[in-house]
T-cell receptor, first 113, second 110 residues
Framework: DAEITQSPRHKITETGRQVTLACHQT?????MFWYRQDLGHGLRLIHY???????NKGEVSDGYSVSRSNTEDLPLTLESAASSQTSVYFC????????????FGPGTRLTVT | SQQGEEDPQALSIQEGENATMNCSYK?????LQWYRQNSGRGLVHLIL?????REKHSGRLRVTLDTSKKSSSLLITASRAADTASYFC??????????FGQGTRLTINP
């Protein structure tokens, strides 16, 4: 069965370190998204991609970067982790239009100390 | 920007009762979607309703859309303990991406 996976599921890192969160989907979807979820803010879009070599900034992109070198993967990099980036991160993908239903991964809980 | 706003923020009902959640939004939309999130899990898509549709059903779920009032409701009939979760609406804000609300936490008491 097709799926979307994230790794690691939990990560603790120190302020200033570079961190990369992995996202891999086997749906063969063109569109992939990264969100963060925080109490009081709901789900906020960080970056998204329409396809290979395409990336776009979302609502809260400062301090984050992504690259799309193939259809299956969209890794999220925190260039220099900050305590404000402690959150739960979700990757999602969708096929066809960007407005189609999205399929979410299980999430990565990141703690920056 | 926050497009969809769910109401109420939290809802607690007895098993077997119906649960109704509402979503309001600000700008014109192409479609509106509802998602469920169980504790510690990712979101799961429930239903998508297009702007030219007024009502849609899926099993025990019924979604209505009133574009004149810029609002939608999700009704879960004959609730079960397994329906305990957070429910989110998402709208496209007229742009090519979805914006999620903060969700309604639904608790079904046995």
């Amino acid at each position: 069965d097709a799926e979307i996976t994230q790794s690691p599921r939990h990560k603790i890192t120190e302020t200033g370190r570079q961190v990369t969160l992995a996202c891999h989907q086997t749906w063969n979807h063109n569109n992939m998204f990264w969100y963060r979820q925080d109490l009081g803010h709901g789900l906020r879009l960080i970056h998204y991609s329409y396809g290979v070599q395409d990336t776009n900034k979302g609502e809260v992109s400062d301090g984050y970067s992504v690259s799309r070198s193939n259809t299956e993967d969209l890794p999220l990099t925190l260039e220099s982790a900050a305590s404000s980036q402690t959150s739960v991160y979700f990757c999602a993908s969708s096929g066809g239009s960007l407005l189609r239903e999205q399929y979410f991964g299980p999430g990565t809980r990141l703690t920056v100390t | 920007s926050q497009q969809g706003e769910e109401d109420p923020q939290a809802l607690s009902i007895q098993e077997g009762e119906n649960a109704t959640m509402n979503c309001s939004y600000k700008t014109s939309i192409n479609n509106l979607q509802w998602y469920r999130q169980n504790s510690g899990r990712g979101l799961v898509h429930l239903i998508l309703i297009r702007s030219n549709e007024r009502e849609k059903h899926s099993g025990r779920l019924r979604v209505t859309l009133d574009t004149s009032k810029k609002s939608s409701s999700l009704l879960i009939t004959a609730s079960r303990a397994a329906d305990t979760a957070s429910y989110f609406c998402a709208t496209d804000e007229g742009a090519q991406k979805l914006v999620f609300g903060q969700g309604t936490r639904l608790t079904i008491n046995p």
